[in-house]
């Protein structure tokens, strides 16, 4: 079957780091995505991860374990328009992204 | 680069109308899109595949004859609600890839409400 499985909500204060965690079961695996959604918008890309390792752009950071089924996307420095939900997706052998339920983060002052 | 732009990015109609939605990537050519939707607080579900010049691929529960979609191109693909019903009413968000094989890119999305 498929799984992924992110935590529901986070919250963290503003010049922090949080990192969210992301862990999948899929029956294909061809990469592993992390989209940042802002309430009433369309998701935007924030990051590719195939091979293992860490993946940096900027203050967003992607790491993935292919043996684990296991990634992380870590914000540095958080600003407030940080606050959004950040999704994590797994793209099978066929192209489809399988979509995770996504994490909401709160950036307190 | 990669911009996926959607039209009309609202829409609200009466129930038993049909409504058509535009998808279209911008600066590269798209051999696949894809349609979601998304109903508040939820994540996206893949409602089909569409590769140009084919038939789209749904998925499971997702009737076809009522979301009819057209890839014509390789920039265009439309999402038409047939009978529109008030349980239709949602966002539907696009998706594009082609320029990196590996990389959706997706349009700003359609809110639909359906009266």
């Known amino acids: 079957g498929q799984n992924i499985d992110q935590p529901t909500e986070m919250t963290a204060t503003e010049g922090a780091i949080v990192q969210i965690n992301c862990t999948y079961q899929?029956?294909?695996?061809?990469?592993l995505f992390w989209y940042q959604q802002h309430a009433g918008e369309a998701p935007t890309f924030l990051s590719y991860?195939?091979?293992?390792g860490l993946e940096e752009k900027g203050r967003f950071s992607s790491f993935l374990s292919r043996s684990k089924g296991y990634s992380y996307l870590l914000l540095k420095e958080l600003q407030m328009k940080d606050s959004a939900s950040y999704l994590c997706?797994?793209?099978?052998?066929?192209?489809?992204?399988?979509f995770g339920q996504g994490t909401t983060l709160q950036v307190k002052p | 680069g990669a911009v996926v732009s959607q039209h009309p990015s609202w829409v609200i109609c009466k129930s038993g109308t049909s409504v058509k939605i535009e998808c279209r990537s911008l600066?590269?050519?798209?051999?696949?899109m894809f349609w979601y939707r998304q109903f508040p607080k939820q994540s996206l579900m893949l409602m089909a595949t569409?590769?140009?010049?084919?038939?789209?691929?749904?998925e499971q529960g997702v009737e076809k004859d009522k979301f009819l979609i057209n890839h014509a191109s390789l920039t265009l693909s439309t999402l038409t609600v047939t009978s529109a019903h008030p349980e239709d009413s949602s966002f539907y968000i696009c998706?594009?890839?082609?320029?990196?094989?590996?990389?959706?890119?997706f349009g700003p999305g359609t809110r639909l409400l359906v009266l």
């Open positions: 899929t029956s294909g695996f061809n990469g």
């Open positions: 991860n195939v091979l293992d």
């Open positions: 998706s594009a890839s082609g320029g990196n094989p590996e990389t959706q890119y």
């Open positions: 569409s590769n140009e010049g084919s038939k789209a691929t749904y």
């Open positions: 997706a797994v793209s099978s052998n066929t192209g489809k992204l399988i």
């Open positions: 600066d590269f050519q798209a051999t696949t």
